[in-house]
C-alpha cells in the first residue's frame, strides 16, 4: 500500500479550495488563485462562476505550454486588485517558517505546500540530539527558495543550499531573513558539478535533500535531464552521505516516476539489499475542501 502524507490541517495559510478539469483553486495567505494542474482530472465541486468570485488572479498558458521544459510558462490575469509579492507562514513542530510569494513568469509562486511533510520530516531528522553530532551538516541540492533549507536551519544544522538560479537563491536568502535565520550557505551553480567536486574532496553531510526537475541547465549552460542522470546523481550522493547515521530526502515531480521506482532506484544507487529497512517512499498530496486528494510528487526517503 503506498503511503500518501499530507500537509496538516492546521497550516491557515494555505487551502486548496476545489480542483477539477485540469486545474486548481488555491489560497495562499488573503489571495486564491487558478493555476493549471494537468492531474486534475476530474469535474470540479464549485462552478466556474464560484472559481472566479473567489480568484484575485488566473495563470494563462503561453505557447510552450505542455512542451519539455516550457510547460509551466504563461502569464497572470488579474481578476481584481492584489500585490505582486506577500507573505505566508508555516506553523511547523517546532518551527515557524515565514516565506515571500510573487507571480512568477512560471505558474509557480515561491512554494509547493504539498511539501509541508517532508519540511517536517527534515526539521526532525536534522535536529541535534540522539545519535546526530551537535551540529548536523545538511546539503540541499536543487532547492528553488529553501523551503527545505529553512526547516534544516530552524533544527539547527549547518546548512548548504544549492540552486543553478542566482535569483532564486537570493529568493531563499530573503526567506531565511523573514524567518529569522542566519548562516545558511548559498550556492549558485550547477547540482551535478558540485556533488562531484564535493565528492573528490571527500567532503560528508548528514543530510542529503534533492528535488530535481525533468529538464535544467546550470549557470554555464550544463545541461540536467532526469532520466538520463539522476542515477548518476544518487551514486555521488552515495559517497557523499554519512554511511553510520546519514539520510536522505529525495523528491520527484517527473509524471512516470513511481514511489516503487524512486525506492528502487535509491536502492540500487546505495546498493542496499534490505531496503525496507532503510527506505520509505510514498506520495505528496493536497485535498480539496470536497475530500478530492490530488496526488502531485512522490518521495524517497533514505535512513542509514
Do not use: C
Request: hydrophobic share 40%; aromatic share 12%.
Amino acid at each position: 500500500m503506498v503511503m500518501v502524507e499530507f500537509p496538516k490541517s492546521k497550516w491557515k495559510d494555505y487551502e486548496l479550495l476545489d480542483s477539477g478539469n485540469g486545474l486548481k483553486l488555491e489560497r495562499f495567505g488573503k489571495y486564491a488563485m487558478i493555476r493549471p494542474e494537468p492531474k486534475a482530472l476530474w469535474t470540479p465541486s464549485m462552478g466556474e462562476a464560484e472559481w472566479n468570485r473567489i480568484a484575485a488572479v488566473r495563470f494563462k498558458p503561453g505557447a510552450g505550454f505542455g512542451k519539455a521544459g516550457k510547460e509551466d510558462s504563461g502569464t497572470w490575469e488579474r481578476l481584481r486588485e492584489m500585490p505582486d509579492q506577500w507573505f505566508v507562514e508555516y506553523p511547523g513542530e517546532g518551527f515557524r517558517l515565514r516565506m515571500r510569494l510573487g507571480l512568477t513568469a512560471f505558474k509557480h509562486v515561491g512554494i509547493f505546500p504539498e511539501q509541508a511533510p517532508n519540511w517536517e520530516y527534515i526539521y526532525h531528522k536534522a535536529k541535534a540530539g540522539g545519535t546526530l553530532p551537535a551540529l548536523p551538516r545538511v546539503l540541499n541540492l536543487f532547492a528553488y527558495t529553501g523551503g527545505a533549507s529553512l526547516a534544516a536551519r530552524a533544527a539547527g544544522a549547518d546548512v548548504t543550499h544549492l540552486d543553478s538560479v542566482r535569483q532564486v537563491v537570493n529568493w531563499a536568502r530573503e526567506n531565511m531573513d523573514a524567518s529569522g535565520m542566519q548562516d545558511i550557505r548559498w550556492v549558485v551553480e550547477d547540482a551535478m558539478k558540485f556533488a562531484k567536486r564535493e565528492a573528490r574532496r571527500g567532503h560528508v553531510y548528514d543530510g542529503i535533500i534533492l528535488d530535481p526537475p525533468a529538464y535544467g541547465h546550470g549557470p554555464d549552460g550544463e545541461r540536467w535531464k532526469l532520466d538520463e542522470l539522476l542515477f548518476d546523481m544518487l551514486r555521488t550522493v552515495r559517497t557523499l552521505l554519512n554511511p553510520d547515521h546519514g539520510w536522505m530526502v529525495l523528491n520527484l515531480y517527473s509524471n512516470g516516476y513511481s514511489a516503487a521506482l524512486g525506492e528502487t532506484i535509491v536502492g540500487e544507487a546505495f546498493s542496499l539489499r534490505n531496503r525496507s529497512a532503510h527506505i520509505q517512499s510514498g506520495e505528496l498530496a493536497l485535498n480539496d475542501k470536497f475530500g478530492k486528494a490530488l496526488p502531485l510528487s512522490i518521495y524517497v526517503r533514505l535512513e542509514l
